[in-house]
Nanobody, 123 residues
Framework: QVQLVESGGGLVQAGGSLRLSCAAS????????MGWFRQAPGKEREFVAS???????YYTNSVKDRFTIAKDNAKNTLYLQMNTLKPEDTAVYFC?????????????????WGQGTQVTVSS
């Protein structure tokens, strides 16, 4: 496992941008798959984006062409660049990791989680 701490959330107007960061510690993430999930009030946690340990990226349809996931192994940090934000993107965003993972969209396939960072998009 690895320890994860998210940052970069905040309040932004619709159409704006934010970049979330997920700093890892305890192990280097070069061979970890990592993902971003989000949970809106009253809803279940859902998949947003992931990157396999070998660098393949996956996105849920609602964020394709707006969000970009990237992993900087030298900085041991995962990023989520979010552009053209919409009110429906409002949620707590969590990062997750698993060693040698394929970049799964399923929460149960990850064994390390951060505490989350709040993103609020106003209309």
């Amino acid at each position: 496992q690895v320890q994860l701490v998210e940052s970069g959330g905040g309040l932004v107007q619709a159409g704006g941008s934010l970049r979330l960061s997920c700093a890892a510690s305890g192990r280097t993430i070069s061979r970890f798959a990592m993902g971003w999930f989000r949970q809106a009030p009253g809803k279940e946690r859902e998949f947003v984006a992931s990157i396999s340990w070998s660098g393949y990226t996956y996105y849920t349809n609602s964020v394709k062409d707006r969000f970009t996931i990237a992993k900087d192994n030298a900085k041991n940090t995962l990023y989520l660049q979010m552009n053209t934000l919409k009110p429906e993107d409002t949620a707590v965003y969590f990062c997750a990791a698993v060693f040698l993972g394929p970049g799964s969209q399923r929460m149960n396939d990850y064994d390390s989680w951060g505490q989350g960072t709040q993103v609020t998009v106003s209309s």
